[in-house]
C-alpha cells in the first residue's frame, strides 16, 4: 500500500503563489508517476500536471506557465508550485500515485484546499 499526505493549501489573493506538497509513504518502490488533480464543487476531477520517475512532467493547458511540478525522490516528495493564482483555481487539490504496473492512478491523498480569492 501507498499513502499520501498532502499540505501547503490555503487561501491567497489573485494573482498569488503557493506551493503544495504530497509525501509518499509505505510500498513507494514501484510507483513511476506522480500528480496533482483537482476538483471544483460540481465539477469532475481534472489532472492539472503529472511527473514520472524519469522526471517527465505534463501540464494541463490552463496551468502552463504558471505552475510547475517537481519531484524530490530521495523524500517521496513531489511538490507543485503554483503561480499568478487565479480565481478560477479554486479547488480541491488532490495528489494522486501510479504503479509501473497500472494504467490509472490507484492511489489517493485526502487533498487539501486551495482558495484564491481577494
Known amino acids: 500500500q501507498v499513502q499520501l499526505v498532502e499540505s501547503g493549501g490555503g487561501l491567497v489573493q489573485p494573482g498569488g503563489s503557493l506551493r503544495l506538497s504530497c509525501a509518499a509513504s509505505?510500498?513507494?518502490?514501484?510507483?513511476?508517476?506522480m500528480g496533482w488533480f483537482r476538483q471544483a464543487p460540481g465539477k469532475q476531477r481534472e489532472l492539472v500536471a503529472t511527473?514520472?520517475?524519469?522526471?517527465?512532467?505534463n501540464y494541463a493547458d490552463s496551468v502552463k506557465g504558471r505552475f510547475t511540478i517537481s519531484r524530490d525522490s530521495a523524500k517521496n516528495t513531489v511538490y507543485l508550485q503554483m503561480n499568478s493564482l487565479e480565481p478560477e483555481d479554486t479547488a480541491v487539490y488532490y495528489c494522486g500515485a501510479r504503479k509501473y504496473y497500472s494504467v490509472r492512478y490507484d492511489y489517493w491523498g485526502q487533498g487539501t484546499q486551495v482558495t484564491v480569492s481577494s
Open positions: 511527473i514520472t520517475s524519469g522526471g517527465s512532467t
Open positions: 509505505g510500498s513507494t518502490f514501484s510507483i513511476t508517476h
